[in-house]
């Protein structure tokens, strides 16, 4: 019996989620650590260390060690990793698993380097690489091996990645630095803009899911929310609409539907006669905001659809190549 064992990580911006073959999802927790600024300690992580954004008193900073989908803090995101393969059980010091990291395509060979040393440092005994997109499709049961092309958006916390794929390998890539969390920033500059209220980063997530749509839509009920008065200081309780959201999106959006059009424009004919045919999958967090399908289509004149659980495909993708290592050998960056 084997006893090497093996886990799949989405190291994301927003959340990192594990994936152990056999047992599936084990683990999804925010990307996010407490650290004591007095001595440097990590205080906590992942769901601990959420509930304190926005709270903390001083000498704690909440850190939120990965930009845009790439290690913007090496220690923080080392200890994270740490804390998180011991929870899953997965770390054992006479035991150390095989890991495969899904990172962004159009990742620095200095940034794939970062996560591979963090991984190792963390504890894995062995660390590949797979390309966001491919694990996304993979995730998402896109045949990726068949000779024609398939088109992925996924749409994280930080970054969005446009890819085609055919033949197990990328075609054309697109990565552009706006996903989830430039979404939630955009609603709470436009309340503050319009409102002179400052909300937190919890409240603009919760209007982003409650009542954000990529297009105008008539159905959604307006929210009340709390926030803070510029003017006065004071607590002030207000009511969005949901046209007032999808007009704080349009920019961020607009970014992602020409990243799509930059990677359309120069995909081969070939492929792009296949994409015509098999429709634009949509996969990652961005994929839950309202109508997203329904904007992209209209934009590229192309069928468009949601994957299934589009929040779990890039783990499930990279947890399915971990699992299936010699098929997906092209797919997978060994680190070497």
């Known amino acids: 019996m084997a006893l090497t064992r093996k886990i799949a990580i989405d190291l994301g911006t927003t959340n990192t989620l594990m994936y152990v073959p056999g047992k599936g999802i084990v683990l999804n927790e925010p990307s996010i650590v407490a650290v004591s600024q007095q001595d440097n300690a990590v205080l ?87 390309k966001e997109p491919v694990a996304a499709a993979i995730g998402a049961s896109i045949p990726i091996g068949e000779s024609s092309g398939h088109m992925i958006v996924d749409i994280g916390g930080g970054t969005t990645e446009v890819a085609v794929i055919s033949l197990g390998g990328i075609v054309v890539a697109h990565s552009v630095r706006v996903g989830g969390n430039v979404f939630d920033h955009a609603i709470a500059e436009h309340i503050k803009k319009r409102y002179g209220i400052v909300i937190g980063e919890k409240t603009s997530e919760y209007v982003k899911k409650e009542i954000g749509s990529a297009v105008q839509d008539d159905q959604i009920d307006p ?4 926030g803070r008065d510029l003017a006065s200081g004071l607590p002030k309780e207000l009511v969005v609409s949901s ?3 999808t007009e704080a999106l349009k920019d961020p959006l607009l970014e992602v539907l020409q990243a799509i059009r930059h990677v359309l424009q120069d995909t081969p004919p070939e492929l792009a006669a296949d994409i015509i045919d098999k429709g634009i ?21 192309v069928p468009c659809y949601i994957a299934d659980d589009p929040l779990v495909c890039v783990v499930k993708g990279a947890g399915a190549a971990l699992e299936n290592l ?9 680190t070497k």
Do not use: C, W
């Open 243 to 245: 046209f007032e959201v």
């Open 44 to 130: 906590a992580v992942g769901n601990e260390a959420y509930a304190m954004i926005g709270r903390t008193p001083e000498g704690i900073v909440v850190h939120r060690p990965l930009r845009d989908g790439v290690i913007a803090d090496y220690r923080v995101t080392e200890a994270m990793l740490r804390y998180l393969l011991k929870k899953t059980g997965a770390s054992v010091r006479f035991l150390r698993p095989e890991v495969l990291v899904s990172v962004p395509a159009g990742i620095t060979s200095t940034e794939r380097r970062a996560v591979v040393d963090a991984t190792m440092s963390a504890g894995a005994k062995e660390a590949y690489l797979i």
């Open 281 to 301: 999958v949509v996969s990652g967090g961005g994929a839950m905001l309202k109508n997203i399908d329904q904007l992209i289509s209209r934009s590229m004149q």
């Open 326 to 334: 010699d098929a997906y050998k092209r797919s997978i960056l060994l």
């Open 223 to 226: 929210l009340s929310i709390r």
